[in-house]
C-alpha cells in the first residue's frame, strides 16, 4: 500500500511541474516587481518612439536676444590656405635714404629735425667748408675760365693778322687746341663742383669770381614710381611717389666737424614696405607653387585691429624668396610687397602724414595652396559638431531646422562645407548661433540629459 502511494506522489509532482511549463507566459509576469514593470514599459514605450524632431521653434524675441541672421546660401570657390608668421620691414633703397656730407665742413645749421615732414628741394643742413680740395675746385674754375677768355681774345686779334699774312697760321692753331683743354678742364670742375653739392646757380656764381664757403644740403629727389602689385589685378603697376620724406633722425649736431661722406640724417618714405615672411623647408614647395602663379595672399595683423582705418587690407603677392637658409631656426625668408596707406594733416602750417603700416608690425600670411570648386563657405559659428556628425540650421520663418552637412574644410573663423544635396543652395541658413540652437532642439525633443533644463538661448541650467 505504501509503495502505491509513493507512486501516486510522484505522478502527481510530474504533472504539476507539467503543467508549470505549459503555463508560464500567464503566471511569469505575476512575479515581477512594480520596478521590473517600470523599466519594461519604459522600454516598449521607447521602441514604440518616433524619429526625434529636427526642428526648433523660437520667438523673434528669442531670435534677436541670440543675434541669429540668416543668409542664403551661395556655392563659389574656396582656397586652402597656410598660415606663416611675417613682419613689416623697410624696402631697401626705397623705403629708406641717408643723407650725407659731400665735403668736409663745419655744421653750422640744421633746419629740420626727427619727426619732421619735408619734401624734395627742402634745406636740411647749412655746412661751413673747410676742406681745402673745395677752395681749390673753385679757385681752378675761376682761374680755367679766365684763361680760356684771354686765349679767345688773343685768336681774334691774330685772325685779321693771319688773313694779311703777318702772322702765320699755326698759331691760330695752337690757341684753339688750347682753348679746347681749358672747355675739358672748366666741365670737370663744374662736374666736381655740382657732385659735391653745390647747385647750378651757385657754380655760375664761381665761373663769375664769386667763391662759396656755405653749402646747403637739400632734400633729394623721391623715386618717381615704384613697381608694385595692382590691388585689384595683382598685376605689376607703377605707383606714383608721394613727393616727400620723414626725417626719422638726424646724427649730425651743431658745430660738429663732419668729414666727406659722413652721414647728417636719415629720411624715410613709406610708402611702399616689405613684409618678411619666414617658413619652414617642407613649406617651400607651397611657396614657390604661390610665387610661381601670383597667387593672391591675404595678411592680417596681430598686434591691434587696426579699427580706425576704414580700408580693408590690401592682397598682396610673393616679390621673391630668398635662397639661404637662415642657420639658426633652419627657415627660409620671403618677401611679399605692401603698399603703404596714409593720411595726412596740418599743424604749425605744416603738412604731417600718418603711415598705416610701420616697420616692426608682426603680421599673419594667409597663403593660397589649393582651390575647392563648388562649394559653401561659412562663419564657423554657423555649425556645430557632434562627435562626427557636423549639422547647420535652416532657418524658415521662426522654425530652425537641422540638417547634416559633410565638413571639407575648417579654420579657425570659416567652415567649409560640401555642395553634396544635403542643403540646396539658396536656402537661408543661420550664420550664427548653431551650438545655442543645437541645444534648444535638445530641450524640445526631451533629450536633455536629466536633472537639467535648457533655455531657448541654449544655455544648460540644473534643475532646482
Known amino acids: ?154 685768336i681774334d686779334r691774330l685772325d685779321s693778322l693771319v688773313k694779311a699774312g703777318g702772322v702765320a697760321g699755326i698759331r691760330i692753331i695752337d690757341l684753339k687746341n688750347e682753348m679746347r683743354r681749358l672747355d675739358v678742364t672748366i666741365n670737370a670742375y663744374r662736374q666736381d663742383l655740382q657732385i659735391r653739392g653745390l647747385t647750378q646757380a651757385q657754380i655760375n656764381a664761381v665761373a ?96 591691434d585691429a587696426q579699427s580706425d582705418w576704414d580700408s580693408p587690407l590690401p592682397t598682396t603677392t610673393i616679390h621673391h624668396i630668398s635662397n639661404t637658409l637662415d642657420t639658426k631656426n633652419r627657415t627660409a625668408s620671403f618677401y611679399l610687397t605692401l603698399e603703404n596707406q596714409y593720411r595726412n594733416y596740418q599743424r604749425d602750417g605744416k603738412h604731417l602724414f600718418i603711415w598705416r603700416f610701420r616697420p616692426g608690425q608682426r603680421v599673419r600670411l594667409r597663403i593660397n595652396t589649393e582651390q575647392l570648386e563648388n562649394v559653401f563657405v561659412l562663419p564657423a559659428d554657423a555649425v556645430v559638431q557632434e562627435g562626427a556628425e557636423s549639422y547647420v540650421f535652416r532657418h524658415n520663418g521662426d522654425l530652425f531646422e537641422r540638417r547634416p552637412v559633410r565638413v571639407v574644410q575648417q579654420t579657425q573663423d570659416e567652415m567649409v562645407i560640401a555642395n553634396d544635396g544635403s542643403v540646396p543652395p539658396g536656402v537661408y541658413i543661420a550664420q550664427s548661433g548653431a551650438v545655442q540652437l543645437n541645444r534648444a532642439l535638445k530641450s524640445a525633443s526631451g533629450s536633455a540629459p536629466a536633472g537639467v533644463h535648457v533655455h531657448a538661448d541654449g544655455s544648460v541650467h540644473s534643475n532646482h
Not at 504533472?15 to 508549470?20: D, H, V
Open 1 to 154: 500500500m505504501v509503495k502505491y502511494f509513493k507512486i501516486v506522489s510522484l505522478l502527481v509532482i510530474i504533472g504539476g511541474i507539467i503543467g508549470l511549463a505549459l503555463t508560464h507566459e500567464r503566471w511569469v509576469p505575476l512575479l515581477s516587481s512594480p520596478q521590473n514593470k517600470a523599466e519594461i514599459a519604459s522600454d516598449a514605450s521607447e521602441a514604440s518612439a518616433s524619429p526625434p524632431n529636427e526642428q526648433v521653434l523660437l520667438s523673434k524675441q528669442a531670435q534677436q536676444n541670440l543675434g541669429l541672421k540668416s543668409k542664403p546660401l551661395r556655392p563659389t570657390s574656396y582656397w586652402k590656405t597656410i598660415d606663416v608668421p611675417g613682419m613689416i620691414v623697410d624696402r631697401p633703397g626705397i623705403s629708406d635714404r641717408g643723407v650725407v656730407a659731400p665735403v668736409t665742413a663745419i655744421v653750422t645749421a640744421i633746419h629740420h629735425y626727427a619727426g619732421d615732414t619735408v619734401e624734395t628741394g627742402d634745406v636740411l643742413f647749412t655746412l661751413r667748408l673747410v676742406g681745402e680740395s673745395f677752395q681749390t675746385s673753385q679757385t681752378e674754375l675761376f682761374k680755367a675760365i679766365k684763361d680760356r677768355e684771354i686765349a679767345q681774345e688773343h
Open 208 to 303: 663769375s669770381g664769386e667763391l662759396i664757403s656755405d653749402v646747403v644740403i637739400r632734400v633729394p629727389a623721391v623715386t618717381s614710381s615704384v613697381d608694385s602689385p595692382d590691388t585689384a589685378t595683382l598685376e605689376p603697376a607703377v605707383v606714383e611717389r608721394l613727393p616727400f620724406f620723414e626725417v626719422q633722425d638726424v646724427s649730425a649736431q651743431l658745430g660738429q666737424q663732419v668729414q666727406a661722406g659722413e652721414m647728417l640724417c636719415t629720411l624715410s618714405h613709406h610708402q611702399s614696405l616689405f613684409i618678411e615672411g619666414h617658413a619652414f623647408r617642407r613649406e617651400l614647395p607651397l611657396l614657390q607653387k604661390a610665387a610661381e602663379a601670383a597667387l593672391p595672399i591675404t595678411l592680417e595683423l596681430t598686434e
